[in-house]
């Protein structure tokens, strides 16, 4: 498959805002909200993810295939994102945050194992090289010799980002670690 990626905006939003509703929410209700400073539950989701697209404090690379969209990858720096999972563990080693965070994926369930995460990933890495480029960080989690289903990967598979030039920093749970990389901004 060909996918293609653009930047979540108000052009975009409505698919994303379609993808979204095809699959109730996403997560029960999340709208990918989880990882923003603070939810509103699932019933103020959809509103509070559309003003923060307005206002230009929400990223996404969307993929497309065709004119419908399939999936994203969010990102977005370090403030715009704080809450993470595995926060206590994170911070035993931390020494310095990033410029950038990728906190989740999501695939249509017809769509997942046919490469979207990747296609997002690699749109998320040339949209932060755009805005200016910097380190950034993720929390994969290591899907090497088990069984876990896609839809559960909301953090993206480690041997993915390892694909994509990531290297491990640390564990942080039983599965997941922080990987990091630095992306270089567009014509540096």
């Known amino acids: 498959m060909s996918f293609s990626t653009k930047p979540l905006d108000m052009t975009t939003w409505p698919h994303f805002a379609a993808l979204v509703e095809r699959h109730n929410g996403v997560w029960g209700g999340c709208w ?3 990882f923003h400073a603070k939810g509103v539950g699932a019933a103020g989701n959809r509103a509070a993810k559309e003003a923060l697209v307005r206002e230009g404090r929400a990223h996404a690379a969307l993929v497309f295939d065709g004119p419908d969209c399939v999936g994203w990858c969010q990102f977005g720096p370090t403030a715009e994102l704080p809450r993470i999972k ?3 563990a994170y911070r035993e080693e931390l020494t310095a945050l990033p410029d950038w965070r990728i906190t989740c994926f999501f695939s249509d369930k017809a769509r997942r194992g046919k490469g979207v995460a990747a296609a997002a990933l690699a749109g998320a890495l040339t ?3 755009r805005l200016g480029g910097g380190s950034v960080e993720s929390y994969p989690e290591d899907a090497e010799g088990r069984s876990v ?3 559960f ?3 993206g598979a480690l041997a993915m980002f390892e694909a ?4 491990r920093n640390r564990r942080i749970g039983k599965y997941r670690w922080v990987v990091e990389k630095m992306v270089a901004a567009e014509g540096g």
């Open 32 to 34: 990918c909200m989880a």
């Open 86 to 88: 595995h926060q206590r």
């Open 127 to 129: 949209e932060i090289g």
């Open 149 to 151: 289903a896609g839809a």
């Open 153 to 155: 990967l909301h953090n």
């Open 164 to 167: 994509q030039g990531f290297c």
